[in-house]
């Protein structure tokens, strides 16, 4: 083991660059994922007769395949239909469709995790479908699927070294450069990448865990307590 060359300035640049590309692909998939996965959410949701059950089949059929295959076919498969996306085009996309379709279902729960009352309610108090969804539902169902979500996102910056298959200049692409050089430098790289995506991973798993405690604290707390106008009243 050879600590000292790989851990040298030219190597480090070289996965930093490779990190750089991680976060970014990273970045994108989780913004244009969480929107679509939004809106399957929404739509599966909203029980419209057609498009609903055609974006189950959907969904249902993309979260039941292997993401490594979704990579590989858009990268190798869409090229025989003159659809070419290029190495970081294919790597985002296949992410952000594997990763819409979770997300869908994490969203069509939250939606559904609201007490059908409080939307009865608005409903006849006048309010329309939309400004119930944007005013009651969503609201609070963002609060309650926000841990989750992020879980799903730590899922989605790892499962980025698997676009290492189609050369993707990502951390783990650029440590197999690296230790490819000197059989030496195997250890020592796959430790500081481990090092890399555990400390990434784990402050967002902190995060997570931080929202999701101060859910349970905000929920047990408007399960309990009564608003003093109400406890005025009671006592009356």
């Known amino acids: 083991m050879d600590f000292a060359g790989a851990y040298s300035a030219g190597n480090l640049a070289y996965l930093f660059q490779g990190l750089l590309m991680t976060l970014f692909v990273a970045f994108l998939a989780i913004i244009l994922s969480f929107l679509i996965g939004g809106f399957l959410g929404i739509i599966r949701y909203a029980k419209i007769p057609v498009a609903s059950k055609v974006t189950a089949i959907a969904v249902e059929t993309i979260r039941n395949l292997p993401l490594l295959l979704i990579i590989f076919f858009i990268h190798l498969a869409l090229p025989e239909f003159n659809i ?52 009651i539902i969503l609201p609070q169902a963002l609060r309650r699927m926000v841990p989750p979500i992020v879980s799903q996102f730590i899922s989605l910056l790892k499962d980025t070294s698997l676009a290492t298959v189609i050369m993707l200049p990502e951390l783990m692409h650029n440590g197999q450069g690296v230790y490819a050089k000197n059989v030496n430098y195997v250890i020592p790289i ?38 003093a106008k109400d406890k005025a009243a009671m006592q009356g």
């Open 84 to 135: 070419r996306l290029g190495i970081i085009g294919s790597a985002i996309t296949g992410l952000t469709i594997f990763e819409a379709a979770m997300l869908s279902e994490i969203i069509r729960s939250g939606l559904n995790s609201i007490e059908k009352g409080q939307i009865e309610a608005a409903r006849s108090s006048g309010m329309t479908w939309v400004q119930t969804m944007q005013h």
């Open 190 to 227: 796959y430790l500081l990448l481990a090092l890399i995506y555990f400390v990434i991973n784990f402050s967002l798993s902190l995060v997570a865990k931080r929202l999701e405690t101060r859910e349970r604290k905000n929920t047990k707390t408007t399960g309990k307590v009564l608003p």
